[in-house]
T-cell receptor
């Protein structure tokens, strides 16, 4: 069964610093991978997705992610964070043969300090 | 940009009561989903719906839950007899042919 692990529950970063959020997946085929962001009390907004092709994917709000098959990883990066990036970030994988669902990781809460 | 609309944004209900959560998906989406997120926890899959029938459901989606697309536009989740542990944020989502999943902003259900 497909699964996603986000090893970091909470990360604190200074404004202007670089950011990397980790995501590891378990999947039986070439994965479809997603990163979503959730601001407090809000819904899930898609940052970026990877299906195939170039392993470095650009998303909205200056985020990018790199797919590394050898490491089963899809880490999210941003070169310089802004206070408005404080939110919960979820990595997701799916769909898989015969089912159409997304499977989410447990999320990483990002705090930005001045 | 097209949106998935969910109503109400917040609902408080007494334990044992029935609730219906409503969603208006994006018109060209073919697959529809309900997810839930208990406060502080991960987003969990409940059910997927395609071609007017359930295509997959999780263990959470027991006999107390049902989904409908009664008029070709609205997509509803009904909980027949709510329990305290049903308190969560419920998200509706739709998927297009390019595996673009769009989520609504959610309904916060509080069971008291």
């Amino acid at each position: 069964a497909q699964s996603v692990t986000q090893p970091d529950i909470h990360i604190t970063v200074s404004e202007g610093a670089s950011l990397e959020l980790r995501c590891n997946y378990s999947y039986g085929a070439t994965p479809y991978l997603f990163w979503y962001v959730q601001s407090p009390g809000q819904g899930l907004q898609l940052l970026l997705k990877y299906f195939s092709g170039d392993t470095l994917v650009q998303g909205i709000k200056g985020f990018e992610a790199e797919f590394k098959r050898s490491q089963s990883s899809f880490n999210l990066r941003k070169p310089s964070v802004h206070w408005s990036d404080a939110a919960e970030y979820f990595c997701a994988v799916g769909p898989y043969f015969g089912n159409e669902k997304l499977t989410f990781g447990t999320g990483t809460r990002l705090t930005i300090i001045p | 940009e097209p949106e998935v609309t969910q109503t109400p944004s917040h609902q408080v209900t007494q334990m044992g009561q029935e609730v219906i959560l409503r969603c208006v998906p994006i018109s060209n989406h073919l697959y529809f989903y309900w997810y839930r997120q208990i406060l502080g926890q991960k987003v969990e899959f409940l059910v997927s719906f395609y071609n007017n029938e359930i295509s997959e459901k999780s263990e959470i989606f027991d006999d107390q839950f049902s989904v409908e697309r009664p008029d070709g536009s609205n997509f509803t989740l009904k909980i027949r007899s709510t329990k305290l542990e049903d308190s969560a944020m419920y998200f509706c989502a739709g998927r297009d042919n390019n595996y673009g999943y769009t989520f609504g902003s959610g309904t916060r259900l509080t069971v008291v």
